[in-house]
C-alpha cells in the first residue's frame, strides 16, 4: 500500500526553525517527483514546493523563497522541508504528495501542523 | 503567483446535479492539464479528476471533469449526501517561475 506520512510540527517562536519529515513506502520513491503543500486553519490550500524525483529541479512559492529549503533522500525514502525565518503565516497544516505518473495527479499524506507563536 | 478562481459555495439537494467553475490563465489552465481534489471535513486532499477529465479508479462516475481554454469544470451528478466537502481545482502554471497553484475551493452543501 502506498504511504505518505509526515512528522516534524509542533509549536515553534517567530523566528524559529523546524525540519518536516515525509516517510514514503509501498512505492519507489526514487522515481517519483515529490510535493510540500500547506493549509492554513480554515483556509484553502496553497502549494509551498516541488523536487524532481533525482532533485535536479527545485521549485518554491514566492511566499517561502529564501526561507525554505526542500530536500529528499531516496536511500531512506524521505522527504524533507527545512523552514527557517517562521513567521506566524506560516501557521498551517503541511501535507506532503507524491506527483503520479503521467500526469495522473497526487497522492497526499495525511499531514503535520506547523503552529508558529509566541 | 497567481490562483485559479472558484467560486465559494455550491450546493443542491440528494440527486441533483452540481457544476463548480475554475477560472485561470494561459500559462496554468490554457497550456497545462487541470486536477481536482476532494477534501472531506479534517482530511487530507484526495485525488478526484486528472488529466481534465479522468477519474482515477475508485472514483464514480459520477463525478466528471471538463476543460475549455483557460476554464475548467467539475460535474457532479446524483448527489450525495457523503459529496458534502471541500473541493479545489489545481494546475502547473508556466510563468516566470514555475509553481502548481490551486483554485480558491469551493464548499458543496447537499441541502
Known amino acids: 500500500e502506498v504511504q505518505l506520512v509526515e512528522s516534524g510540527g509542533g509549536l515553534v517562536k517567530p523566528g524559529g526553525s523546524l525540519r518536516l519529515s515525509c516517510a514514503a513506502s509501498?512505492?519507489?520513491?526514487?522515481?517519483?517527483?515529490m510535493n510540500w503543500v500547506r493549509q492554513a486553519p480554515g483556509k484553502g490550500l496553497e502549494w509551498v514546493s516541488s523536487?524532481?524525483?533525482?532533485?535536479?529541479?527545485?521549485y518554491y512559492a514566492d511566499s517561502v523563497k529564501g526561507r525554505f529549503t526542500i530536500s529528499r533522500d531516496n536511500a531512506k525514502n524521505s522527504l524533507y522541508l527545512q523552514m527557517n525565518s517562521l513567521r506566524a503565516e506560516d501557521t498551517a497544516v503541511y501535507y506532503c504528495?507524491?506527483?503520479?505518473?503521467?500526469?495522473?495527479?497526487?497522492?497526499w499524506g495525511q499531514g503535520t501542523l506547523v503552529t508558529v507563536s509566541s | 503567483q497567481s490562483v485559479l478562481t472558484q467560486p465559494p459555495s455550491a450546493s443542491g439537494t440528494p440527486g441533483q446535479r452540481v457544476t463548480i467553475s475554475c477560472s485561470g490563465s494561459s500559462s496554468n489552465i490554457g497550456s497545462n492539464y487541470v486536477y481536482w481534489y476532494q477534501q472531506l471535513p479534517g482530511t487530507a486532499p484526495k485525488l478526484l479528476i486528472y488529466r481534465n477529465n479522468q477519474r482515477p479508479s475508485g472514483v464514480p462516475d459520477r463525478f466528471s471533469g471538463s476543460k475549455s481554454g483557460t476554464s475548467a469544470s467539475l460535474a457532479i451528478s446524483g448527489l450525495r449526501s457523503e459529496d458534502e466537502a471541500d473541493y479545489y481545482c489545481a494546475a502547473w502554471d508556466d510563468s516566470l517561475s514555475a509553481c502548481y497553484v490551486f483554485g480558491t475551493g469551493t464548499k458543496v452543501t447537499v441541502l
Open positions: 504528495a507524491r506527483e503520479g505518473p503521467y500526469s495522473s495527479g497526487w497522492l
Open positions: 509501498g512505492f519507489t520513491f526514487s522515481s517519483y517527483s
Open positions: 523536487i524532481s524525483s533525482s532533485s535536479s529541479y527545485i
